[in-house]
């Protein structure tokens, strides 16, 4: 039976982005829940993290699991931003013709997302570090923007929700290099980056609470950019 605990766990993230996806579109079907879509991102990752821990910890890995992991991330860390944005985008271009056509750039994320995962598949370098931002960190970004919109207004200006679409859709399939939250020991020496990175995304939470998820994900990226151009 241990074999299939990590692919259960897997499917319960696939299920989670079906769920926050169904969300988007239809709310009504969940009654009078009040939720966000982030709720269901929050969810996923959960799931995508101890699905990898489970497998090697069970020592249980195999092919098919590494295939249908990257199947379940498409769907919530893929389709679900992209339907996510396309409908942030509808709301903040609110009926202007002019820009009727704007909300469609939306699904370049799903399009550099599923690029982003097949890279991925076959590079086998990407064990401590990754090349590109991670599709969980991404969606994490784009689902958080509205906690954002709330303390910084102008990020619901559709040009802004369009340039940050572009920018982080390019940056999935990126060659940066950013560093993996993977403890191989916890010894300060080896996990400076991390550490310091974790305490202060501790920081953000304790100050702006869920508006900070977005900032984290942007300090995730300087904090790897800055950190391999001043090793150089």
Wanted: with cysteine.
């Amino acid at each position: 039976m241990k074999k299939h605990i990590p692919n259960f766990l897997t499917c319960c993230n696939l299920l989670c982005g079906a769920f926050g996806i169904l969300y988007i579109l239809s709310p009504a079907n969940f009654g009078s829940l009040k939720l966000e879509p982030a709720y269901f991102v929050w969810a996923a990752c959960i799931f995508d993290f101890f699905d990898g821990f489970a497998a090697r910890w069970l020592k249980v890995s195999s092919p098919i699991g590494k295939e249908l992991d990257s199947l379940a991330d498409m769907v919530s860390f893929g389709l679900l931003p992209a339907f996510f944005m396309f409908q942030y985008l509808g709301v903040a271009v609110n009926s202007d013709a002019s820009m009727s056509a704007l909300p469609f750039l939306a699904f370049l994320i799903a399009v550099c997302s599923a690029l982003r995962l097949a890279i991925f598949n076959v590079d086998e370098t990407q064990t401590d570090s990754f090349r590109g931002v991670p599709t969980p960190a991404n969606t994490l970004f784009i689902t958080s923007l509205p906690f954002l919109n709330e303390h910084l207004s102008f990020i619901g200006n559709p040009w802004v929700l369009s340039l940050i679409t572009i920018v982080f859709s390019l940056l999935l399939v990126s060659r940066f290099e950013l560093f993996a939250l993977k403890f191989k020991n916890f010894h300060w020496a080896d996990n400076k980056l991390r550490f310091t990175f974790l305490l202060l995304a501790v920081l953000l939470l304790a100050i702006f609470q869920f508006a900070a998820l977005p900032l984290i994900i942007i300090l995730y990226i300087l904090l790897s950019l800055g950190t391999r151009a001043f090793s150089k």
